[in-house]
Structure formats: C-alpha cells, structure tokens
C-alpha cells in the first residue's frame, strides 16, 4: 500500500467522510513526507504537517505494516504555544509501536494548558487526516499516556459515531478526573507554605494557593526551584542539607506521599498549572479545596493541620471543569490499562477512581487493568507495550477479554522479539484514592 493514499472521489469519500464524526468543517491539507526523528531506523517513513487548528503532527509508518493504526494522546499537558518538537520527542519515545508493525500518529494539540476535551478534538481531527491522506486502517487503537489517558477517555466516549476507534490503551494515567486528581498538589501547596513560607514571601502580594500563582505573576521555574533548594535543599545531596532544610524535606515527603526525586515537579505543576487552571479554565473561581482533610505524618499532626491555610472549593467552577477534565466512563468499546505500582507522578490510587467511572457507567465488564511492579511514570519497557497492545489487538477483533496474568504471560514473549523488562503483577489490586490523599468535603 503506498504511505500517501489519496481517498477517491465520489460515494468512497462520501462515506470515509460520513465516518469521521465531528470532522472539521474544512479541508484538511495532506500531511508531507519529514524526516523521522532519530533512532527509528530506515523501515519506517514519517509524514507531518500542522493542521486547520494550528496543532502540529507527526504520523509514522512501518514499511511492514500490519494494517493497524494506534492514535497517541501525549501526557503533561505542557503551557504555551505547540511545537513540532513535542510530537518528534514523542514519536521517539513510543517508537516501539511503528517498530512492532503499527502506525502511529500524535498531535500536539492546538494549544497548551489543561484542555482535556479540545486535545481530544485534536486528536479526532488527525484521525480524521489519516483516514483521507495515508490510509484506512483495519483497526484503530486510541492510546493515551499520563495526563493524555484523560484525554484519550473523554475522546473515546465523546467521539462514538461511526466508531472511530476500536479500542483504547491508557498508560500511566491521570484518570481520577481533573477534578480530584490534583487534591493532592494543593495539599502540597499548603504544607509546603507552611514549612517554608516562601512561596509567596511574606513581603509578596499574597494570593490563595489554589490559583497557584497570580496572572501577573513574573516568577520563573528557576526561581521557584530556588526558593524549593533554599528551604529543602532538593538541589544538594542528602549530607549537604542543614538539620532544618532535612526535617522539612523529610515532613512535606512524609505527609504529601511522594518520593523527594518528584517534589519539585509536584511543586512546579501546582504552580503553573494550576495557574492555567485558575486563569484560563476556571474563570478565576478555586477548583480545589481542602476543608477537612486531616494530614498525617508529620512530628507534629495537630499543629500542621491547625496552621495549613484551608480553602473551599467554588461549585459552579468545579461543574465547568468536571466537563472538561473528568472521564465519565461512557466509553463504547475495551479498555485496558497500565499503571506502575510505585509511579511518583500519576499515584497507582488513580486507578481505584477509574474503575469505579467504569462501573457506575455500567462499563465494567468493558474494562481490563493491569499493574507493573515499576517506580516510572513515563516509560515501563518495550515489552510491556508490545503484550499490551497485542492483547487489545486479540480482544477487539477475537472477543478473547485478557486476564492481567495473560498480559504478563505476552509480556514474556514479547520480550523474545523486543529485549526488556516484564515486572507485571498478575494479583495487585490498587488500594482507593482516600487512601493515599486525605479525603474532603465536597465543594461549597
């Protein structure tokens, strides 16, 4: 079949059109041969281009094409403007599925922020790109990684006419919903403010913490890594920390539940993205609070909670971004995830909360988790993706359900073909969300 297929005129198109539900109104322009980015070998060619929304994109195709397409939704989500290198890094990363045989395709999504719903309009339209400009594919796997597993749910139960997509991979996903995935960044906010003060400084405009930073704020990522080292000492070895700067560290840990090698990213994301958030999503109404969490493990439990600052979280702003960001678990078609049992970005607790989407949706049956004795978040191994995907790929066109143990047994014959790690653990069950940030009253 040849890497640029252009669809033919007439009832062909008229139907392939009919099919892509929601396409954009305009014609999108075909994608152009690009340079692959480096590492995948000569086997496979890539095509890209930016498309009607001004989001750029990257496909990727095997010469030996199994007929299979896999729609990637990418994590963070990164602030500001696209850029085409955001999918090439991508592209390098995933390069395991166009290298097993499947084509691969990923936007960038057209803006940055956390935009759950619109990254998944992004990836509709690219869907619908490839099906007019490359190829029809026997199947389509919709997958989405960290925070673009949200992304991946919302389009695959929002996007259903036609059915665009046969199934859906979620890895290492953020899939509590926005809405309760982040409780515990303002909980890092709080304790962080009130071991270290400087976060704002007292002689700074104060502003609550949940906004995570003002709109007119100047304050850089290298400011507030140095704010975080003067009180933490994150930036020193362990033996270089004054006794002060390692109880704090050891506290704030201790309480939030994450390793050290994390905090500063923590910190960052409930910074500036809960400044995206709270400027750009929320209309400037607080979408987390905090009243009535009870912190624990800390020397001093009583006077930590009685000193946090405490906030409510506004109703009408949280409703807004439930639409937005939480998956609803009305998702048509099997789902099968993967989660690392110790990721220090996305908790494994996240996963209790989807499952939960799932069956109060009256889709349990359609859902298939799996777990890996991992302490990474934004890549498990080659293998592991490879035994997923095939295990999808078996559900969807053969009705065989994968149980977790069959996924770890593919895993293991994956790795014949493609050498590294199977850490899946066939018996792990995630313990509920409560368990691992403190529960709260609701919003209002």
């Known amino acids: 079949m040849p890497m640029i297929q252009r669809l033919s005129l007439g009832l062909t198109a008229a139907l392939l059109a009919a099919c892509a539900h929601q396409a954009a109104p305009v014609a999108e322009a075909a994608p152009q041969p690009q340079a692959c980015p480096a590492g995948l070998g000569a086997d496979i060619q890539c095509l890209g281009g930016q498309d009607s929304a001004g989001a750029f994109y990257l496909i990727a195709m095997p010469k030996a094409w199994n007929g299979h397409l896999v729609m990637h939704a990418h994590g963070g989500p990164f602030l500001g403007a696209p850029t085409a290198k955001r999918v090439a890094e991508d592209l390098q990363r ?32 690219l869907r ?32 259903t006419a036609g059915k665009p997509y046969d199934g859906v991979l ?108 709270a400027t750009r999503r929320s209309a400037g109404a607080s979408v987390f609070g905090n009243t009535g969490a009870v912190y624990r493990g800390s020397a001093d439990d009583r006077a930590l909670n009685d000193g946090v600052l405490r906030y409510a979280a506004d109703p009408a702003a949280v409703a807004r971004f439930a639409a937005d960001a939480d998956p609803t678990g009305r998702i048509p078609v099997p789902v099968l995830t993967v989660h690392g049992i110790h990721d220090p970005i996305a908790f494994v607790e996240l996963q209790s909360v989807f499952a939960d989407t799932m069956a109060k949706a009256g889709r349990a049956d359609a859902l298939v988790q799996t777990f890996s004795d991992d302490r990474e978040h934004s890549y498990l191994s080659d293998a592991s993706y490879v035994a997923l995907l095939d295990a999808l790929q078996a559900w969807v066109t053969q009705g065989r359900k994968p149980t977790p143990a069959a996924v770890a047994d593919g895993c293991r014959m994956a790795a014949l073909r493609f050498p590294s790690s199977c850490r899946f653990q066939a018996d792990y069950r995630p313990a509920p969300l409560e368990n691992r940030v403190p529960a709260r009253r609701g919003p209002g």
């Open 128 to 159: 619908g790109i490839f099906i007019r400009h490359v190829a029809v594919p026997k199947l389509t796997i919709l997958h989405g990684q960290s925070w673009g597993a949200g992304v991946a749910a919302k389009g695959a139960e929002r996007f």
């Open 94 to 125: 995933w390069s395991i599925m166009p290298r097993a045989g499947y084509a691969w395709a990923a936007s960038s999504f057209r803006q940055g922020g956390v935009a759950v719903t619109a990254a998944a309009e992004d990836t509709e339209r």
């Open 170 to 277: 979620l890895t290492s996903g953020v899939l509590a919903g926005g809405t309760r995935s982040y409780d515990f960044r303002l909980d890092l906010r709080v304790v962080y403010q009130y071991l270290c003060h400087n976060h704002p400084r007292p002689d700074e405009p104060q502003y609550p913490l949940w906004m995570g930073l003002p709109e007119s704020s100047k304050l850089t990522a290298a400011e507030l890594a140095q704010r975080s080292n003067d009180c933490l000492g994150l930036a020193r070895p362990a033996a270089e920390r004054s006794a002060e700067q390692a109880h704090k560290l050891k506290t704030l840990v201790d309480v939030i539940g994450i390793p050290e090698r994390s905090v500063q990213g923590h910190l960052n994301w409930a910074t500036f993205h809960f400044q995206d958030i």
